[in-house]
């Protein structure tokens, strides 16, 4: 990162690194009351930090977020409940194991199902890109039951409570710290398939770090720091009996939480909708000019982006185009680009539709009084055209809206991925998305309303 070996140690004690993390996997990771981000990696690393001299900044993009950030290099390293694999040793070098777990299912309570042999038959959940989704794979053959893949532990926990699933598999420390908060399952087997947790770096790069990593690890552990850590989130953990789980409890507790989220979904949206307007206006203008070429243009940049799906525009402009330049992409900006691209290529095309809408014989009158085809346009089509689109353009600015939840995926803190901090914490998933849903339900009202008056006023 840094050239010349005297560059280095002159700036080994403010060096800061870019952290990715789940930060939906307690007790390893998550957000605590304050929106804080806490837990056994977190205290890990952040005392390994201060142990060492250099500086950490966490990113909560989720564990295969992280995984692609880290190899595409828009992050320096990931820990995130990692485990160790010949597999992923490939692709990644490992610090020294931090932390040795077991694989266990967990059932509801009232459930029949006391082991493996139980399974036949029957579906079961799992996360993606885990240790425990590993091990219920290679023996889902064996034991005769089917596996369905979730992203977040909390949608894993509810398809098994909700009775769509008979089981999951889980981590131990992760599932016993879930039933201990409140989580409404049990665990029936013994730990097995164990592995071991590691921090990790993109294969060949960040050697300096994940050297700092070890020495600080070792030093945690012997001045007895690192078993303080494994206690404050393993030791006996009991469910706040006075907190207030109702849903307007859960509202005032994680209010702030939700409007800084909020914030950053309209904060989004209007400086997307702002570039896609730009984007749409530009290609739509160029699918109704003469040039044969300039609608051509126009037509094959509206085809590609609005047939590519936005999580996969998302994840290609976050990681993919990094792991080509070399150069990082803010997640902000990432995701800006994502929904002017997407939005936009939407907005050139009701553009075109709405130019298309005025009366041909609009143009041609105006060409026969001898304006110029640039003069008709602005003067005579445009006009007419923009009382036409102006609706579309509302309701555009609605559906950027509702598509900024896809960059979650990418780490954006914005009203949906602040849903899912919360909701690993306190597992009160139905409760939040129903306040989220709420949320977006008055905004989008509110637009709707607009939009409807709008139309009034261009009416008239």
Known sequence: MVGGQSTKQVQAATQTY??????TYPPFEFANEQNQYVGIDIDIMKGIAKSEGFKVDIKPLGFNASVQAVQSQQIDGIIAGMTITDERKAKFDFSDPYYKTGVVMAVQKDS????????KGKRVAVKTGTSASDYANSVAKKY??????FDESDNMYNDVINGNSVACFEDQPVMQYGIKTGLDLKIVTKPTGGGEYGFAVKKGTNQALLKQFNQGLAKLK?????????????????????ADRSFFGLMKENKDALLSGLGQTLLLTVISIFFATIFGLIFGLMGVLPSRFARGVSTTVIYIFRGLPLIVLALFIYTGIPSLTGQKIPAMVAGVITLMLNEGAYTAAFVKGGIGAVNSGQMEAARSLGLSYGKAMRRVVLPQGIRIMVPSFINQFIITLKDTSILSII????????????????????????MIALIYVVVITLLTWLSKFVERRMAK
């Open 18 to 23: 870019q952290i990715g993390t789940d930060v």
């Open 112 to 119: 029949k199902v006391t082991g493996l042999a139980g399974l």
């Open 144 to 149: 005769g039951f089917t596996t369905v893949t």
């Open 222 to 242: 012997a001045n007895g720091q690192y078993a303080k850590i494994q206690a404050k989130y393993l030791g006996t953990v009991t469910t706040k009996a006075k």
């Open 411 to 434: 780490g954006i803190l914005e009203l949906t991925q602040t849903g899912k901090i919360i909701i690993a914490r306190n597992l009160e998933g139905f409760k939040i998305w129903a």
